[in-house]
């Protein structure tokens, strides 16, 4: 595993000297519990994308970390529309962290989840064609698959009218998915939250303005606000900040709970 860009904890106890990646590996961990962790890039006034994506506001230092929590997560969790933008790929990891994961008793790869209520999906995208895992696909009862996508992929029917995401999570975490990672989109991230089901969000922060125009990394119907604790702040030598929020565990709602009002 490269250290590549320097990365140094500012907050809450400042560490001398770059972190390693294992030490960003031990920062980030895995839980004791289900966990839902949502992984996002933002620009310092807000936005979610440049040009239309996100890979715009993603540079090295947030490519290391996001390689490292697709590492850490049993189940990789994605909307049907970011995956057909964002051109997603298999999911596939280096040699380094496939070792670490044989040494801590994972899969060598972790699962991909596609949440999609309309199966608006091609089974020729490389995410499922050249899966090293058989993806999952997260869909409501009536929803009608194109030819070809239940070759390369699992249908986990999950609600009626529109895809259920707390019996879609509970479903994961029967499955031995237990600790999930979700990279979007923006309506996935408001619908988890309003469901209740976000227990982290780690969001990197580009030091520069991308203007009025592109929209956050939350979207969707309004919610409740809940508060998320910040747990610590790491910093790029190139200005970019890497923020952790994440609930105390003991207030985490059990798996497949209902959300709270």
Not at 42 to 67: C, N, T
Not at 143 to 167: M, N, S
Not at 248 to 253: I, K, M
């Amino acid at each position: 595993m490269s250290t590549g860009t320097p990365i140094a904890r500012v907050w809450p106890t400042p560490a001398t000297g770059p972190l390693t990646d294992p030490e960003l590996t031990a920062l980030y961990g895995r839980a004791a519990r289900p966990h839902l962790r949502m992984n996002f890039v933002a620009s310092a006034d807000g936005a979610v994308a440049l040009d239309g994506y996100s890979a715009g506001l993603s540079g090295e230092p947030d490519k290391r970390v996001f390689g490292l929590l697709r590492m850490l997560c049993d189940g990789l969790l994605v909307a049907a529309g970011t995956l057909r933008h964002e051109g997603y790929r298999a999911v596939r990891l280096d040699a380094a962290r496939r070792a670490w994961r044989r040494e801590h008793g994972l899969a060598e790869y972790p699962t991909l989840v596609v949440v999609s209520g309309s199966l608006d999906l091609d089974p020729a995208q490389a995410a499922f064609a050249d899966a090293p895992v058989r993806p999952l696909v997260l869909t409501r009862a009536a929803a009608q698959p194109p030819p070809g996508l239940t070759e390369v992929a699992e249908l986990v029917r999950c609600g009626d009218d529109r895809v259920d995401l707390a019996a879609g999570l509970a479903e994961l975490h029967r499955r031995g998915l237990g600790q999930l990672l979700c990279e979007g989109g923006p309506y996935l991230f408001g619908a988890l939250t309003a469901a209740d089901l976000v227990d982290e969000l780690c969001l990197t922060v580009a030091p520069l303005l991308a203007g009025a125009g592109p929209g956050r990394i939350t979207a969707g119907d309004g919610s409740a606000p809940r508060h998320l604790p910040l747990r610590h702040v790491l910093a790029a030598e190139d200005g970019v900040l890497l923020l952790r929020y994440a609930r105390d565990p003991g207030n985490a709602p059990p798996a497949g709970a209902a959300p709270a009002a």
